[in-house]
Nanobody
Framework: EVHLVESGGGSVQSGGSLRLECSYAGVTDMTRCMGWFRQAPGKGREGVATIEQDDTTWYADSVKGRFTISRDNPKDTIYLQMSGLKPEDTAEYYC??????????????????WGQGTQVTVSS
């Protein structure tokens, strides 16, 4: 059983930075993909960034150049470093894990395990 716990959310002003952390347990070699997703009020959940076992990364166009996903395998943790934050980045951010052949997509459907989320609020 996979457990994912997010932390690091908070409130910042536009242009600020935050680093989200996702501590995981129960992730095996069968879990090729991990990623960060977000859901703003009244909107669907969308992919932000994903990372493969070989550290290949994928980003939504809206965050390219501003967000960086990374992993620390000895600490069983993945990170999302967010800089240049904008009010439209305000959302609940979720960590997810799943097994997907090929590249790690930004769509939510292939991901089977989810954390509880951490709120990020960016004020203008």
């Amino acid at each position: 059983e996979v457990h994912l716990v997010e932390s690091g959310g908070g409130s910042v002003q536009s242009g600020g930075s935050l680093r989200l952390e996702c501590s995981y347990a129960g992730v095996t070699d069968m879990t090729r993909c991990m990623g960060w997703f977000r859901q703003a009020p009244g909107k669907g959940r969308e992919g932000v960034a994903t990372i493969e076992q070989d550290d290949t990364t994928w980003y939504a166009d809206s965050v390219k150049g501003r967000f960086t996903i990374s992993r620390d395998n000895p600490k069983d943790t993945i990170y999302l470093q967010m800089s240049g934050l904008k009010p439209e980045d305000t959302a609940e951010y979720y960590c997810a894990a799943g097994y997907v052949s090929g590249y790690c997509p930004l769509e939510t459907a292939p991901y089977t395990d989810w954390g509880q989320g951490t709120q990020v609020t960016v004020s203008s």
